[in-house]
């Protein structure tokens, strides 16, 4: 069974930069969609950014847009959430999903994924 792993949440100032890191262990047979969502207190889940794994298209969230940028590293079976010019509105839980079928709803609803990081802490001060 695959698990996944963030990594590399903080606290930072507004205008600083995170970099978001998962891991992905077990039978890591290839995800056709992996993407990065997020869970603020009292908002519910939110997709920030999907990338299809086998072409490398990307898309994001209109609120992150310019500012986030998703990547993978097959070799390491690894995927990244690029962080820029971050806000405190961008304060949230932070989680990895992945899933292997093409089909399925708009990547950013939570029910298109079927496994699911922990999550990783991300907070923005003013």
């Known amino acids: 069974q695959v698990q996944l792993v963030e990594s590399g949440g903080g606290s930072v100032q507004a205008g600083g930069s995170l970099r978001l890191s998962c891991a992905a262990s077990?039978?890591?047979?290839?995800?056709?969609?992996m993407g990065w969502f997020r869970q603020a207190p009292g908002k519910e889940r939110e997709g920030v950014a999907r990338?299809?794994?086998?072409?490398?298209?990307?898309a994001y969230a209109d609120s992150v847009e310019g500012r986030f940028t998703i990547s993978q590293e097959k070799a390491k079976n690894t995927l990244y959430l690029q962080m820029n010019n971050l806000k405190p509105e961008d304060t949230a839980l932070y989680y990895c999903?992945?899933?292997?079928?093409?089909?399925?709803?708009?990547?950013?609803?939570?029910?298109?994924?079927?496994?699911w990081g922990q999550g990783t802490q991300v907070t923005v001060s003013s």
């Open positions: 990338i299809y794994t086998g072409s490398g298209n990307t």
């Open positions: 077990g039978n890591t047979r290839s995800f056709y969609l």
């Open positions: 999903a992945a899933d292997r079928s093409p089909l399925g709803g708009p990547w950013y609803e939570s029910g298109r994924f079927s496994t």
